[in-house]
T-cell receptor, first 117, second 110 residues
Framework: DAGVIQSPRHEVTEMGQEVTLRCKPI?????LFWYRQTMMRGLELLIY????????DSGMPEDRFSAKMPNASFSTLKIQPSEPRDSAVYFC???????????????FGPGTRLTVL | EDQVTQSPEALRLQEGESSSLNCSYT??????LFWYRQDPGKGPEFLFT???AGEEKEKERLKATLTKKESFLHITAPKPEDSATYLC???????????FGTGTSLTVIP
């Protein structure tokens, strides 16, 4: 398996522009997570999906952020309009969420480094 | 409130000098505690899952242990290639989300 795939790996944009980050989870996984990582705040959970349905989006900082998961193999995180304080590394992770609570470890993609000028 | 605290923030070791990293947690019913390794410019890489107090897991020079309030990641005779940031996360019985600590940055000097 190729693991979690994210694109683009790097994105540089200007303030006010729309940014779309993409994620392909590991095949067969039924949970998908979007995180943001900064030096100051570490890893922050933004939103997670279970079986393509958003379960908890309380970590999404503002209405400028939105996420979708139209099918089991694709998700997007959109920022519109982008601001300099959105600069961070955005990670997507997936897991097989089992009722037994076992094998719930998350597998992370390589991340997208976003710079908003 | 579910919470994870890692210590120390940074640790420098001589090659071969064993030590331990700490992860203290507060969670309303633990489903699992997870250790990850993160190298610069990469995503966190899964190391271990621990489910109940008293459980231990080992992988090469790393051993993870779990009590009801904390977990330790023991590093025996570390090598420079063990240098990385080690992250701890907990998952509560309710919900799927993970709560991550801020990590321990480990540097092993040859």
């Amino acid at each position: 398996d190729a693991g979690v795939i994210q694109s683009p790996r790097h994105e540089v944009t200007e303030m006010g522009q729309e940014v779309t980050l993409r994620c392909k989870p590991i095949s067969g996984h039924n949970s998908l997570f979007w995180y943001r990582q900064t030096m100051m705040r570490g890893l922050e959970l933004l939103i997670y999906f279970n079986n393509n349905v958003p379960i908890d989006d309380s970590g999404m900082p503002e209405d400028r952020f939105s996420a979708k998961m139209p099918n089991a193999s694709f998700s997007t995180l959109k920022i519109q309009p982008s601001e300099p304080r959105d600069s961070a590394v955005y990670f997507c992770a997936s897991s097989l969420s089992a009722r037994t609570g076992r094998n719930n470890e998350q597998f992370f993609g390589p991340g997208t480094r976003l710079t908003v000028l | 409130e579910d919470q994870v605290t890692q210590s120390p923030e940074a640790l420098r070791l001589q090659e071969g000098e064993s030590s331990s990293l700490n992860c203290s947690y507060t969670v309303s019913g633990l489903r699992g505690l997870f250790w990850y390794r993160q190298d610069p410019g990469k995503g966190p890489e899964f190391l271990f899952t621990l489910y109940s107090a008293g459980e231990e897991k080992e992988k090469e020079r790393l051993k993870a242990t779990l009590t009801k309030k904390e977990s330790f990641l023991h590093i025996t005779a570390p090598k420079p290639e063990d240098s990385a940031t080690y992250l701890c996360a907990v998952q509560a019985r309710t919900g799927n989300q993970f709560y991550f600590g801020t990590g321990t940055s480990l540097t092993v000097i040859p």
